[in-house]
């Protein structure tokens, strides 16, 4: 098997240059390209033509999770592996319905890491120690929001108005209100406040993952 060609999906530099460095004269690994955003992920992908692209979870203006979803979606053949500080099963969750086939924490031993993106490489899925048992389910506490449900809360904890996320959803000022309360709901969140709070302090969690 030729050399699994590997971009790298991190916002940190620092990072970046750490991962190629744990990842430098292993076996089965080229690291062909870094990217530091959405943007210059997506260029890369089209120019370098890796086979597998190691996702940071957290990065800022499109996360990872979602930007797995947009390569995915217009490169179906790429393998996408997580990368992640953060266990929270949401996320796990998350990243496996956005398309990605793997997900494995930062903190694992190089060998565990060498180990996802060959696995992920040879067209296997692959879990990081511990992360197994909460795959494939949100966490219970709680429940999954849905795609458009994030990108409201993710503008909420923009300071966004209902009349502007409307506007920059293209959506009606209604139908925002609708996707408000049922996030309320599903949440179990008592009133706006404790909204915007918990918009907040979960987006700023994701954008540290």
């Not at 953060?86 to 180990?115: C, F, M, Q, T, W």
Request: hydrophobic share 45%.
């Amino acid at each position: 098997m030729n050399d699994c060609k590997v971009l790298l999906v991190d916002d940190h530099p620092l990072v970046r240059e750490g991962l190629r460095a744990r990842l430098s004269g292993v076996a089965g690994i080229e690291v062909v390209g870094e990217a530091g955003d959405a943007a210059q992920a997506f260029e890369q992908v089209e120019w370098l033509r890796p086979d597998l692209v190691l996702m940071d979870v957290g990065m800022k203006q499109v996360n990872g999770i979602e930007l797995t979803a947009r390569l995915r979606e217009r490169h179906p053949t790429l393998r996408v592996l997580m990368l992640s500080m953060y266990d929270n099963p949401e996320y796990v969750h998350r990243a496996l319905a956005a398309g990605a086939h793997g997900y494995v924490l930062k903190e694992a031993p190089s060998e565990e890491i060498v180990a996802a993106i060959l696995a992920v490489a040879e067209g296997r899925n692959f879990l990081g120690s511990g992360l197994a048992a909460t795959a494939g389910r949100p966490d219970e506490s709680r429940p999954l929001l849905s795609a458009r449900e994030t990108e409201i809360l993710r503008c909420l904890a923009d300071g966004l108005a209902s009349r502007q996320i409307a506007e920059t959803l293209g959506m009606s000022v209604r139908t925002v209100e609708t996707h408000r309360h049922n996030i309320r709901r599903k949440l179990d969140l008592a009133g706006q406040a404790e909204l915007i709070k918990y918009a907040v302090e979960r987006c700023r969690s994701i954008g540290g993952a």
